[in-house]
């Protein structure tokens, strides 16, 4: 849970995790809420917190932006 803390706090977002085989998309720091103690983090999605047990994120990951192609 350290190395899961130490990587969202220096991370730069949006990022994804993936938790129990879903996706789960964090668009900025503020979406996010990792609690100083205890396996727990809150992700907010669709006017709410998700709580999730951070022993069942398999992945965290940057998303990079699209880059838009001139026309």
Do not use: W
Request: glycine letters at 6%.
């Amino acid at each position: 849970m350290d190395e899961l803390r130490r990587q969202l706090a220096t991370t730069q977002f949006p990022v994804s995790l993936r938790v129990d085989g879903k996706e789960i998309q964090i668009g900025s720091r503020e979406e996010l809420m990792v609690p100083p103690a205890g396996n727990l983090i809150c992700v907010y999605q669709e006017g709410a917190f998700e709580v999730i047990d951070a022993r069942h994120i398999a992945t965290l990951r940057r998303v990079k932006p699209s880059r838009r192609q001139a026309s």
